[in-house]
């Protein structure tokens, strides 16, 4: 009953190309996303302005419904199509996912809004659990033209992963590994 969010309708504007469809190890970036979460989530939806090189995945794609609105847009159009109430957000240059780690992140959402990993003491927004509850908080950030993803964070309910407890399951924190440029992709 969780409902996975690729993001995918970044610039890559750092990798001069788009990085979703680049292929490491035989297939695309986006499929590395897309397979890693599909044991936890359906359905899996991929969030993006334009969709038409998208075609071919394996998953439900979804256009952004406020375009030029960044990650904080695409976390919104999940939030409104998600048939359930949580969403599983994440970015679409995250190839890798240790399961125990979502796992672990389940068992901590109880009554809280969000479930956002730390890292050196910075939330991951584009690697976290949303509830449904977050999105009119989305609208209102959204019509004051803030695009900053964790602005909304004031008025929920944060679940903080802390390092210390997600190395506990990805010592390496490789679920966290993300591609901004080619050598990032070489360096994977
Ligand atoms: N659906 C949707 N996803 C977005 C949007 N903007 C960025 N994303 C995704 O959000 C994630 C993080 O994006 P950013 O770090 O802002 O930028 P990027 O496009 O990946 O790369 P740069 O241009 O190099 O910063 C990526 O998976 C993007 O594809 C958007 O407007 N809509």
Not at 90 to 101: G, Q
Not at 126 to 150: G, M, N, Q, S
Not at 166 to 178: E, M, Y
Request: glycine content about 6%; some cysteine; aromatic content about 12%.
């Amino acid at each position: 009953m969780l409902t996975g969010a690729i993001l995918a309708g970044g610039r890559s504007s750092r990798f001069g190309r788009n990085k979703a469809i680049e292929i490491f190890r035989g297939k695309r970036l986006i499929d590395w996303g897309i397979d890693s979460i599909r044991p936890f989530c359906d359905p899996i939806l991929v969030v993006a302005n334009d969709l038409s090189l998208y075609f071919d995945v394996h998953a439900t794609l979804v256009r952004d419904i406020l375009s030029d609105q960044g990650p904080l847009g695409g976390i919104y159009t999940a939030l409104l199509f998600s048939p359930h109430d949580w969403v599983f957000a994440r970015a679409t240059d995250m190839p890798f996912l240790v399961p125990e780690l979502l796992t672990t992140m389940l068992g901590m959402r109880g009554n809280f809004d969000a479930v956002v990993p730390l890292l050196d003491g910075w939330y991951e927004p584009l690697f976290a659990l949303y509830h449904r509850r977050c999105f009119p908080l989305i609208a209102d950030v959204l019509e004051t033209d803030e695009r900053k993803i964790i602005s909304f964070y004031k008025k929920i309910k944060v679940r903080e992963v802390t390092e210390r407890r997600w190395r506990t399951v990805d010592p390496q924190g490789l679920s966290f590994k993300n591609v901004n440029t080619p050598e990032d992709l070489d360096s994977l």
